[in-house]
């Protein structure tokens, strides 16, 4: 069975400090798909990254990145000199089925983690 | 990318009735989902949009309390029948994007809340 564990529930930090938001996941398929999204509070997803269960290359896009360890099963996310703009809650996601666009897709998110930023 | 429009944006009902919701993409998209993000919550699949055929429901959802229509690639209605306080959440729709980058994008959601 396929689970996402996003242990922060909540996380505070002070304008321009660096902050890593944590995600251990479960699956028993050797392929699969990660995911992190963003909600702020207007309530929109913001799809941020996608990743496949093949390529543990960290990532970098501006201030963010992220950082994939199959090893530990974690995929977490980093923001570096976080901004007040950046205060939303972050979703990891997990798909455990290829993206072939046939059959039924799943995103299994976890329990989401609330980062304020304090300018 | 797909842009995606959801009507009505948010909406109060009265227990015992329903309320449909519409999705728009302004693209053609295979996939189309609806999910449920309840107060505080995370998000959590209904079932998966077919187009030509009836929706495939995850465990939980039934299609009495939840039907869906897709009519076309670009549509997709979803009904919250015979409502109650508990159905109070965002119900999102949400679609992949085909092509090398795979990515799901998700509407801006109907906030619904049941008196």
Do not use: H
């Not at chain 1, 976080?82 to 072939?100: G, K, M, N, P, R």
């Amino acid at each position: 069975a396929q689970k996402v564990t996003q242990a922060q529930t909540e996380i505070s930090v002070v304008e321009k400090e660096d902050v890593t938001l944590d995600c251990v996941y479960e699956t028993r398929d050797t392929t699969y798909y990660l995911f992190w999204y963003k909600q702020p509070p207007s309530g929109e997803l913001v799809f941020l990254i996608r990743r496949n269960s093949f390529d543990e290359q960290n990532e970098i896009s501006g201030r963010y990145s992220w950082n994939f360890q199959k090893s530990t099963s974690s995929f977490n996310f980093t923001i570096t000199a976080s901004q007040v703009v950046d205060s939303a809650v972050y979703f990891c996601a997990l798909s455990e089925t290829e993206w072939a666009g046939t059959g039924a897709n799943n995103l299994f998110f976890g329990t989401g983690t609330r980062l304020t930023v304090i300018p | 990318s797909a842009v995606i429009s959801q009507k009505p944006s948010r909406d109060i009902c009265q227990r015992g009735t329903s309320l449909t919701i519409q999705c728009q993409v302004d693209s053609q998209v295979t996939m189309m989902f609806w999910y449920r993000q309840q107060p505080g919550q995370s998000l959590t699949l209904i079932a998966t949009a077919n187009q030509g055929s009836e929706a495939t429901y995850e465990s939980g959802f039934v299609i009495d309390k939840f039907p869906i229509s897709r009519p076309n690639l670009t549509f997709s209605t979803l009904t919250v029948s015979n409502m109650s306080p508990e159905d109070s959440s965002i119900y999102l729709c949400s679609v992949l994007a085909g092509g090398p980058s795979n990515e799901q994008f998700f509407g801006p959601g109907t906030r619904l809340t049941v008196l």
